[in-house]
C-alpha cells in the first residue's frame, strides 16, 4: 500500500515562499498521477494541483503562477513550491495519488500571516 509523508509547512508570512516535500513510500512510477491537496481551518479538503508530467500539470485557479509542482520518481518525492503565500493559503497540506487511494499522510501545517 502506498503511503505518504509531507514535510516542509511552516509559518511565513504574506509573500512569503515555502518548499513542500513528500515522500512515497512503494512503487512511484507505477503511479500516473499525483495531486497535492489542502484543508484550511473550518473548510473540506480541495485538490491544489494534480500532475502527471511537466506537459500535463493542472493547478486550482487560486494558486496558478505561484505554486510550482514537480516529482522525481527515482527519489520517490513529490515537492510543491509555494510562492507569493497568501494569508487564505493557510492549510494543512497533504499530497495523494489521484484519483486519491490509500490512507492520508500526517499533511503539514502552512500558516501564513503577518
Known amino acids: 500500500q502506498v503511503q505518504f509523508v509531507e514535510s516542509g509547512g511552516g509559518l511565513v508570512q504574506p509573500g512569503g515562499s515555502l518548499r513542500l516535500s513528500c515522500v512515497v513510500s512503494?512503487?512511484?512510477?507505477?503511479?500516473?498521477?499525483m495531486g497535492w491537496y489542502r484543508q484550511g481551518p473550518g473548510k473540506e479538503r480541495e485538490g491544489v494541483v494534480i500532475?502527471?508530467?511537466?506537459?500535463?500539470?493542472s493547478y486550482t485557479s487560486s494558486v496558478k503562477g505561484r505554486f510550482i509542482v514537480s516529482r522525481d520518481n527515482a527519489k520517490n518525492t513529490v515537492t510543491l513550491q509555494m510562492n507569493d503565500l497568501k494569508p487564505e493559503d493557510t492549510a494543512v497540506y497533504y499530497c495523494n495519488t489521484y484519483p486519491t487511494k490509500g490512507p492520508w499522510g500526517p499533511g503539514t501545517q502552512v500558516t501564513v500571516s503577518s
Open positions: 512503494g512503487d512511484m512510477w507505477s503511479i500516473p498521477a
Open positions: 500532475f502527471r508530467n511537466t506537459e500535463d500539470t
